[in-house]
């Protein structure tokens, strides 16, 4: 793993940390603060994710180092929290408030929910629950307690579904343990040892068991709450040690190997199409020592040493394979492109990973957008143009009240700025130039507000409050004429009271709590789906249908999609699929052709031919894991071939 790493510059870097910033001037001891005290804060910033402003002697703030978020402020001794303090969520929500000794939770202290409700009040041992009391985040019914650091812990989502109960001793867990998906059904079930997975089963939405490990040790398939896979690899001792694979929307997004739970060694990052966007060397879950970074097209963009994440000595190339730019250090003067079109987005100086310094933005048509300074990837001091070049915002320190507009020369926002992010009063619009929001900003998020969406006719589709960077409130929806759909109160984004409308005005449903037997319309008003709706989603038995109203699907659905057993029509209603579905991918069962074939499916693997609707073939190959993985071939309407070659999870891949 190491010896990839050529520079012995870049290996003192990396495991002298602390002694690399003396060395550089980052910090010095202060006797009268008591404390590390950091000298040149933006350099400093490369070498660490947080930093700490002290205000007076052994009080200070702790912020981090990519937003400037405050995440701490309280006392400190030696560089470490001591004494009292608070924690903040990224929004600035109090998560603890309490003691600390050496760096961790120690003595009495609180945590919080991010809806502010009380989680856990009680005493803490090195960062443990040591004696104490957990509450639910809906209610603050009381859950479970902890003595001498042992007990029986439970969590609950916001619908008081339950998640996790285990076993505690020390303050980790250690004995059984049983995890849960957001419906309810068992995910995780064994023994658990300081912590780790020790002697574990883990099931799928259909309980079927995907992985064991015993002592610790195995080959695991790890899914998220809502049943995607998450994880695939090799475990030992507890941990991702070994060959592994990470997924993020059923794509792998990284590939390569682990130590510990961490990236370390030789690996691969991925885009959600498949295409490589980087490979090299990581340590401790970062990129460090050798690696190239790749565009849209496989073009490799740069290629040189990282250090901690950050491009710290290389070069960077055009399309051509010309060299447009060098880094030495963390510095340099670099050229931005954007990902998909190439066209050039940033032109200036780089200090520690991130645009620091002069810099100019570029619009897609080549016009100058912002021509100033920056800190830290923000815009700092400097003026903002339109499209056609007139000037249309001024910054100082970070502050101001700006105009953005798209590559059209169409308002995108105006409002507040404060510390480089949007912050304050602000409006949002649509590429066509719609009011999509207006409302509070924080930290460069829509905060609180009215949020609206529209068809492609431009017409109003749903208009609703938004609270906590979500849909909470009331709203409405609408078919693409304007005429109601529905009107209630949303609940993180979920319909949850309510009442559903046809196209003549009738009342078609009721939804209390987010449940209720619902029949859902596209946006001409043709049935798509009527059934059971359970935590705002569907949930139970139901059926789907096709524009014209026949029948397209009818069985099990859970977290609002389908699992459980099923059955699948054609257009002409004859039966094209039966059997079981695993997170709305046909899993166990028999897929009909219209030639009376039939292609069996096991556990998401098998070789098939695949019908459109209406009966033409569109594939015929192998199935892995419920998607088209292996070789391949596709047809279009017609039974022309036009593609033929390999699959990746569900895409093409040469």
Known sequence: MLENIKSKKILKEIFKQLNYKWKLNLIKYNKKLQNIMIIDLNYYKAFSDRYIIYESKGRGKEYNSYNDNLIFEGEYLDGKR??????YYIFGNLLFEGEYLNGKRNGKGKEYYENGKLKFDGEYLNGKEWNGKGYDMNKNNLIYQIKDGKGIKKKYNRFDILLFEG?????????????????????????????????????????????????????????????DLDY???????????????????????????????????????N?????????VYINGVRNGRGKEYN?????????????????????????????????????????????????????????????????????????KFDGEYLNNKKWDGKGYDAKNNVIYEIKNGNGYIKEYNDDNKLKYEGGYLDGEKSGKGKEYSYNGKLEFEGEFLKGFKWIGKIYKYFYNYNLKFECEYINGERNGKGKEYYINGQLKFEGEYSSDIKWNGKGYDLKGNIIYQLINGKGKVKEYDENGNLEYEGEYINGERNGKGKEYYRHGDLKFEGEYLNGKKNGKGKEYYTFSKLRFKGEYLNDKKWNGEIYGINGDI????????????YDENGNLEFEGEYINGE???KGKEFNFDGKLIFEGEYLNGDKNG
């Open 82 to 87: 001591n004494g009292k303090g608070k924690e």
């Open 167 to 227: 076993e505690y001793i020390n303050g980790e867990k250690n004995g059984i343990v049983k995890k849960y998906f957001g419906n309810g059904k068992l995910r995780v079930e064994g023994e658990y040892l300081n912590d780790k997975k020790w002697n574990i089963k883990c099931f799928d939405f259909l309980n079927n068991i995907k992985y064991q490990l015993k002592e610790g040790k195995g080959f695991i398939k790890k899914y998220d709450e809502d049943g």
């Open 232 to 270: 695939e690899g090799e475990y030992l001792n507890g941990k991702r040690n070994g060959k592994g694979k990470e997924y993020i929307l059923r794509h792998v997004r990284f590939e390569g190997s682990y130590l510990n739970g961490k990236r370390n060694g030789e690996g691969k990052e991925y």
């Open 272 to 280: 959600l199409k498949g295409k490589l966007r980087f490979e090299g």
């Open 296 to 368: 849209n097209k496989n073009k490799r963009v740069f290629e040189g040493e990282f250090l901690n994440g950050i491009k710290w000595n290389g070069k960077g190339y055009d399309d051509i394979n010309n060299i447009i730019y060098e880094i030495k250090n963390g510095k340099g003067n670099i050229k931005e492109y954007n990902y998909y079109n190439d066209k050039l987005e940033y032109e200036g100086e780089y200090l520690n990973g991130k645009r620091n310094g002069k810099g100019k933005e570029y619009y897609e048509n080549g016009n100058l």
């Open 599 to 610: 292609f069996v499916l096991k556990d998401g693997n098998g070789k098939v031919k695949e």
């Open 628 to 630: 088209r993985n292996g």
